[in-house]
């Protein structure tokens, strides 16, 4: 590659002859790593245009610089950063031998030191990933997304695409969001209505910082999605957590100051229980009688193979009680980080307006891209092709999960990417899967989903969204072995 010209210039202090002086300058560049072996040096002429010195002077230098073999010539083609040039030195920079600043007092607010969990970025490289989150690559359409990202980089969309958007979204996507995506779960909503997001995290950031204050409290469900505790914990509003059963959040144990309801009723995070229409409307009526508003969120219905989903909480909300939290990151790929907010006018005005402080709006181009996936058939032909594939998993992980006697506290009526496991009483499955990733097995403790003090130690998530069939039977078995040894 070419070097910037801009990256050169000669120290107002320096010493030395010009010629000297343009050699140190280039030296400098070699041994720092800015120029890398192989690198084209700018022109003779140019590189004295840009420092004010003759041609000459550069010439000079450079052939000097060829006799050491730092660079090389290559006729008519320039000059270049020898082959044989010296390699930059590898080394970390100096620290400051005092820090003058106390970052105890200096940062007012702490945002480590959560429950959140750490995954392995190699989770690839075990042999039995039943991790969660995480894509199987040969699932994902590459070559249709790609023609959707040619299609969005043409000369029709560029406007669309490179202008700044301001706190706007793309209309293409959230119209696609309003006539097709929605109406599935029974949901109608205006352009005015939606609000386009970095992910599902970030939706539930927004709603929280947007409904909450110290002096409100949010009820939650437990265990529940981790994250969510810690949006909520730092929003510093009393937290309410609310044991969930069988059927997902019990509305009778609300607390009576509780001003906003957090749930996943189609697929409760991480127990997989889905809540019964009754349960739904009874907690539609709790909500009214607190004056409190619910938050839905809906990550994971497009993962309904087995049978069609339940409708939205949404769908059947006749005041605008409840805010709808949707997301493509478990349904297209977790990296897209898409997804969007369903609610009442009033609050979707201030969410965009909290965005637009934040981000303005997602990056228009992923916007357009994802938009014509989902227009042109790619989005639905997926999701069947990862239902199906999904389906077969799920099958095939039942059977060698009842082999084994391994104990399922929890899985989707309607389908999902994971079972919720209980391991028998006095099994760590932190310390279990330490020991299970010495074995290629990748599993989630489950202490991490409970609000302390009272965290069960003995819970896990085995998932099956990047794992192939046939490797599933074999690490069940790996997973069983090592809970027997733990017993004993």
């Not at 005092?98 to 200096?106: C, L, S």
């Not at 032909?381 to 009842?402: C, L, N, P």
């Not at 006095?426 to 299970?436: C, K, P, S």
């Amino acid at each position: 590659m070419a070097i910037s010209i801009e990256t050169f210039f000669l120290a107002a202090q320096a010493h030395g002859t010009l010629q000297a002086q343009v050699q140190q300058m280039i030296t400098e560049a070699i041994l720092s790593g800015r120029a890398q072996r192989g690198d084209k040096l700018p022109s003779t002429r140019k590189l004295a245009a840009h420092l004010g010195v003759s041609r000459i002077t550069i010439t000079l230098a450079y052939t000097e610089m060829l006799a050491n073999d730092y660079l090389t010539s290559q006729g008519r083609s320039g000059y270049y950063v020898s082959q044989n040039a010296p390699a930059p030195p590898i080394f970390s920079p100096p620290k400051p031998s005092v820090d003058g600043v106390d970052w105890g007092r200096a940062i007012g607010n702490t945002f480590v030191g959560t429950l959140t969990p750490e995954k392995p970025l190699d989770w690839k490289s075990y042999r039995y990933p039943f991790t969660y989150g995480q894509p199987d690559e040969t699932l994902f359409d590459h070559n249709s997304w790609r023609l959707c990202a040619l299609k969005a980089l043409g000369q029709k969309d560029q406007a669309s695409v490179i202008r700044d958007q301001y706190d706007r979204d793309d209309s293409e996507l959230t119209s696609f969001i309003a006539r097709h995506i929605l109406p599935r779960r029974g949901i109608r909503a205006g352009h005015d209505e939606i609000l386009v997001t970095m992910g599902a995290q970030n939706a539930l950031w927004l709603a929280a910082q947007v409904l909450l204050t110290q002096r409100r409290t949010a009820a939650f469900e437990d265990p529940c999605y981790y994250s969510l505790r810690d949006i909520l914990s730092q929003s510093r509003c009393h937290l309410a957590p609310v044991p969930v059963d069988a059927d997902g959040l019990p509305p009778d144990l609300l607390p009576p100051n509780t001003d906003v309801i957090f749930t996943t009723p189609s697929h409760q995070c991480p127990t997989t229980s889905t809540m019964p229409i009754k349960r739904r409307k009874a907690l539609l009526k709790r909500a009214k009688t607190l004056d409190a508003l619910i938050v839905e969120d809906d990550y994971e219905f497009e993962m309904s193979f087995l049978k069609p989903p339940s409708p939205a909480l949404k769908s059947l909300d006749r005041e605008g009680r409840v805010i709808y939290v949707g997301s493509f990151s478990k349904s297209l790929f977790p990296g897209l980080r898409l997804g969007y907010l369903v609610g009442a006018p009033a609050f979707i005005r201030e969410a965009r307006a909290l965005r637009s402080t934040m981000l303005r709006h997602p990056p228009g181009l992923i916007q357009r891209i994802t938009a014509y996936f989902l227009s042109l058939g790619y989005y639905d032909a997926m999701v069947r092709r990862m239902g199906a594939a999904f389906q077969a998993r799920r099958e095939v992980m039942e059977q060698a999960i009842a082999k084994h006697g391994l104990d399922i506290a929890g899985r989707g009526v309607f389908g999902g990417s994971s079972f919720w496991m209980r391991a028998p009483s006095g099994v760590n499955t932190q310390v279990l899967a330490d020991e299970l990733k010495k074995d290629g097995v990748l599993i989630e403790p489950g202490m991490a989903f409970f609000t302390p003090p009272a965290s069960p130690q003995n819970y896990y998530r085995l998932a099956y969204s990047s794992i192939p069939s046939e490797r599933i039977a074999d690490g069940i078995s790996l997973i069983a072995q090592a809970i027997k040894k733990a017993q004993t």
